[in-house]
C-alpha cells in the first residue's frame, strides 16, 4: 500500500464547476500537507500549505485537513480553463537530524482539464 | 526574490554514460532536495542535503549521488544510467528550520532521456 493515495482522474469539468481533490494517506506522523500544481512538463507549483488539521483558504482555493481520517482535499471554486492541470498532493513530517523530515511523500497526481 | 534554477533543461544520454545536473536554490534557501518524477507519477524523493551534508535519502541507488555548495547550490550526479533513469529531475529548496517545512520551493526541472 502506498504511503499516499490520489484518484489519477482525469477529470473533466465545464468552466465555472466547483473542482474537489482529494488524498488519502495511511502514516498518522504527517504533519505537513500541501498542494502542487503542474503544467505539462514543468516543475510543480506550491498552491497551499497547511499545518496539521483545518481549513486554509487563498482566493478561489480552499484546502481541507482531516486527521482523524486521514484524508485532505483542495476544493477550487469558479474554476477556469487556465486550472487545466496536474493537481499533486505532498506530505511531509517533522523530526529527524536537521529536519531530514522535509521530505516529501507525493500522490500520484490528479490531471483537471476545465473545459470553456 | 529568485526562485529555484535548474540546468540543462533537457539531455539526453546513452545507457552508461554518466550525467550531472545542477541547481540554484531560491535566495535565503539553505536546504536542498531532489526528486525523480516518471511520466505520470508523483515525484519520489531522492536525497536532501543540508549545510553541504547528505542528511536524507529515499531508495535510489549509491549511482545517485550529490552535493551542496557554500552557496547552497547542488549538483546530481547519476553514474552508469540506466534506461529506467529517463525522467524529470526536480531540485526543491526550503529554509532548514523546524516550522517550515511546507514551504518547499520546486525549480522548472531537468527532462533527462536516456537511450
Known amino acids: 500500500q502506498k504511503e499516499v493515495e490520489q484518484d489519477p482522474g482525469p477529470l473533466s469539468v465545464p468552466e465555472g464547476a466547483i473542482v474537489s481533490l482529494n488524498c488519502t494517506y495511511s502514516?498518522?506522523?504527517?504533519?505537513?500537507f500541501m498542494w502542487y500544481r503542474q503544467y505539462s512538463r514543468k516543475g510543480p507549483e506550491l498552491l497551499m500549505y497547511?499545518?496539521?488539521?483545518g481549513n486554509k483558504e487563498d482566493g478561489r482555493f480552499t484546502a481541507q485537513v482531516d486527521k482523524s481520517s486521514k484524508y485532505i482535499s483542495l476544493f477550487i471554486r469558479d474554476s477556469q480553463p487556465s486550472d487545466s492541470a496536474t493537481y499533486l498532493c505532498?506530505?511531509?513530517?517533522?523530526?529527524?537530524?536537521?529536519?531530514?523530515?522535509?521530505?516529501?511523500?507525493f500522490g500520484q497526481g490528479t490531471e483537471l482539464s476545465v473545459k470553456p | 526574490e529568485t526562485g529555484v534554477t535548474q540546468s540543462p533543461t533537457h539531455l539526453i544520454k546513452t545507457r552508461g554514460q554518466q550525467v550531472t545536473l545542477r541547481c540554484s536554490s531560491q535566495?535565503?534557501?539553505?536546504?536542498v532536495s531532489w526528486y525523480q518524477q516518471a511520466l505520470g507519477q508523483g515525484p519520489q524523493f531522492i536525497f536532501q542535503?543540508?549545510?553541504?551534508?547528505?542528511?536524507g535519502r529515499g531508495n535510489f541507488p549509491p549511482r545517485f549521488s550529490g552535493l551542496q555548495f557554500p552557496n547552497y547550490s547542488s549538483e546530481l550526479n547519476v553514474n552508469a544510467l540506466e534506461l529506467d533513469d529517463s525522467a524529470l529531475y526536480l531540485c526543491?529548496?526550503?529554509?532548514?528550520?523546524?516550522?517550515?517545512?511546507?514551504?518547499?520551493?520546486f525549480g522548472p526541472g531537468t527532462r533527462l532521456t536516456v537511450l
Open positions: 535566495s535565503g534557501h539553505n536546504t
Open positions: 542535503y543540508y549545510r553541504e551534508e547528505e542528511n
Open positions: 497547511t499545518y496539521s488539521s
Open positions: 502514516n498518522s506522523a504527517f504533519q505537513y
Open positions: 505532498a506530505m511531509s513530517k517533522p523530526g529527524g537530524r536537521y529536519n531530514q523530515g522535509g521530505k516529501l511523500i
Open positions: 526543491a529548496s526550503r529554509i532548514g528550520a523546524s516550522g517550515r517545512l511546507g514551504e518547499q520551493f
